[in-house]
């Protein structure tokens, strides 16, 4: 079996199984625990809730987590009694139920996730597209981006979701998507990024994996974060990018910076957290 399918598998295969257990975790559901003091929170995802495009700790390895990243920001801001970040850069849904769900327990009140991206091919599919001769191949690997976004990013997401359900059944569980990557219009002078038909349709392949998540969220007791809106007017090509734009060496290039997420994922995580 190819690496790249046993990728896909795990989180449909994670999910089929936890849908036998989901009803013990779902049914009947109490309240959320309030988030009020003392806050427990563990922090989920990929490369996005890492910080990777925030100047990553060394000492974090190939995970590149950041204290610039959104989950440190705001516990840096209110002082949880308690706070882990588990995100990892380059994780796919099945790595972070396989690898990262474990680190919530039954005191747990607050989990944040922020995944999907990688089951996309997010990092293959902006490759192809940076460097297609036509765009017809760099559209065809969106057009595979999506279905995947349709039909393999939602169960990965449910599955963690259920995961976290069945260790922590009274945390609060936020899904924090993520921004389109280029600012709309057909003029940019960054060198290096992809024409104006091609980052319409990477655009398009973001909001489709947001309503994707968002979708699957809602039915399993998560609560969806929308992050675009936020970064509106800070695409890459805009005046002032939150997001890393090229010349900028991997794995940084297309993620946000610092004041992504200071000014784009924190306002929007606040917000979230004091929402019923």
Same mark, same amino acid.
Request: contains cysteine.
């Given at each position: 079996m190819s690496e790249r399918v046993r990728r896909l598998l795990v989180p449909l295969l994670t999910c089929a199984l936890l849908v036998v257990?989901?009803? &013990?975790?779902?049914?009947?559901?109490?309240?959320?625990?309030?988030?009020?003091?003392? %806050? +427990?929170?563990? *922090?989920? @995802?990929?490369?996005?809730?890492?910080?990777?495009?925030a100047r990553p700790d060394p000492a974090t390895g190939d995970c590149r987590r950041s204290a610039a990243s959104y989950p440190a920001l705001w516990a840096a801001r209110h002082d949880p009694a308690?706070?882990?970040?588990?995100?990892?850069?380059?994780?796919?849904?099945?790595e972070v139920i396989a690898r990262q769900v474990r680190t919530v327990s039954a005191d747990t009140t607050l989990v944040t996730i922020t995944v999907g991206g990688n089951d996309t091919g997010f990092g293959p599919v902006l490759a192809v597209c940076s460097?297609?001769?036509?765009?017809?191949?760099?559209?065809?690997?969106?057009?595979?981006?999506?279905?995947? &976004?349709?039909?393999?990013?939602p169960g990965g997401l449910i599955s963690?979701?259920?995961? %976290? +359900?069945?260790? *922590?059944? @009274?945390?609060?569980?936020?899904?924090?998507?993520?921004?389109?990557?280029?600012?709309?219009?057909?003029?940019?002078?960054?060198?290096?990024?992809?024409?104006?038909?091609?980052?319409?349709?990477?655009?398009?392949?973001?909001?489709?994996?947001?309503?994707a998540l968002a979708d699957a969220a809602g039915r399993f007791r998560g609560q969806f974060v929308d992050v675009r809106a936020a970064f509106a007017g800070h695409?890459?090509?805009?005046?002032?990018?939150?997001?890393?734009?090229?010349?900028?060496?991997?794995?940084?290039?297309?993620?946000?910076?610092?004041?992504?997420?200071?000014?784009?994922y924190l306002p929007a995580f606040e917000a979230a957290v004091t929402r019923p």
């Open positions: 257990l989901a009803p &013990a975790a779902l049914a009947d559901p109490a309240p959320a625990v309030a988030i009020a003091a003392p %806050v +427990r929170y563990v *922090a989920l @995802g990929d490369s996005y809730a890492a910080g990777v495009g308690s706070f882990v970040s588990v995100a990892c850069s380059g994780a796919t849904s099945g460097t297609a001769r036509d765009d017809e191949t760099c559209l065809r690997a969106i057009r595979g981006g999506e279905r995947a &976004a349709r039909w393999i990013a963690t979701i259920v995961g %976290v +359900r069945l260790q *922590a059944p @009274g945390a609060k569980i936020l899904v924090l998507g993520y921004p389109r990557l280029f600012e709309p219009g057909p003029d940019c002078d960054v060198p290096g990024v992809p024409n104006a038909v091609r980052r319409e349709a990477l655009n398009r392949a973001a909001d489709t994996l947001d309503a695409g890459v090509c805009s005046a002032d990018p939150w997001i890393t734009p090229p010349p900028a060496s991997a794995p940084a290039i297309y993620h946000p910076t610092p004041q992504g997420y200071r000014d784009g």
